[in-house]
């Protein structure tokens, strides 16, 4: 597979995961019975971002405003809504909650989306996750973290305790009666050549105040996290794989690869 996946859901051992084909430089959506991998969908420039699934529909986010909904993960209809590029979703309380440069979506269905909630300019929510009743969504303002909960089907937002926290979030998960946030900074020239690159992690017990943990290799972005049964599961730039069994101490692994591990999901066969 040529594919950089970006997002991963499961439901009922129907595997759907969103990314960019590094040969056709198209986005896609593949997927999976476990048996079998299909190219579902052809994103046209549509850049999928994220995907989740609730109330019998997946969602997809992507750029340019665009969403994509499907009831089998086969067929799929896109539609256009408000703002720019959303780069995360996520379901619960009978909702999905989408968040993006500025501005926060909601919608029951997957197919009509109202603006919910708006951030001040220069504010990236990248990530967003559900549990037990709360939405919690991350991102970067400048260069610190930032993040947000809301306790009422995404209708109103509280800033967390983030202050003084750098580096951006690029994914975030909850397991284990903890939140492990990922990410990093890129320090660019104005040619755009990377100068530098820090990577990230964060967690958390109640969302809402974080502490920045020591990774092995702290140049190396993370892209992901999993939690299952007791595991922490991390990945990151040039195959860097990390775990953890209480989000607080973290262990390099070998993945066997040098490629960029954006993506990390664990799927119950």
């Not at 699934?53 to 750029?63: K, N």
């Not at 775990?243 to 973290?250: A, Q």
Request: hydrophobic content about 35%; overall charge negative.
């Amino acid at each position: 597979m040529s594919t950089t996946l970006m997002g991963v859901s499961n439901n009922n051992n129907i595997v759907v995961a969103v990314g960019n084909n590094s040969t056709s430089n198209e986005d896609e959506i593949i997927v999976s019975n476990g048996d079998t991998v299909v190219t579902a969908l052809t994103a046209n420039g549509g850049e999928t971002r994220s995907v989740a699934y609730g109330a019998g529909t997946y969602v997809v986010c992507g750029s340019t405003g665009r969403y994509w909904t499907s009831p089998d993960g086969l067929v799929w209809t896109v539609h256009n809504t408000p703002g720019s590029t959303s780069f995360a979703v996520a379901f619960g309380e009978n909702h999905f909650v989408a968040v993006g440069v500025k501005r926060l979506l909601r919608s029951s269905d997957g197919l009509t989306w109202e603006v919910a909630h708006t951030w001040e300019e220069r504010s990236f929510m990248t990530e967003i996750t559900y549990n037990d009743g709360c939405f919690v969504a991350g991102g970067t303002y400048l260069f610190d973290l930032i993040a947000f909960a809301s306790f009422d089907d995404g209708q109103t937002w509280t800033q967390l305790g983030t202050s003084g926290i750098t580096g951006g979030i690029v994914k975030m998960a909850y397991g284990g009666g903890k939140y492990v946030a990922v990410g990093g900074t890129t320090i660019t020239d104005e040619q755009g050549v990377i100068l530098n690159t820090t990577g990230r992690l964060f967690t958390s017990t109640d969302g809402n105040n974080w502490t920045q943990k020591t990774v092995t290799d702290p140049t190396k972005i993370l892209y992901d996290a999993a939690y299952k049964d007791g595991t922490w599961v991390v990945v990151g730039a040039a195959g860097t794989l990390l775990t953890s069994s209480d989000g607080d101490t973290w262990t390099s692994r070998n993945s066997g690869t040098t490629k960029d591990l954006r993506c990390v999901k664990y799927i119950r066969r």
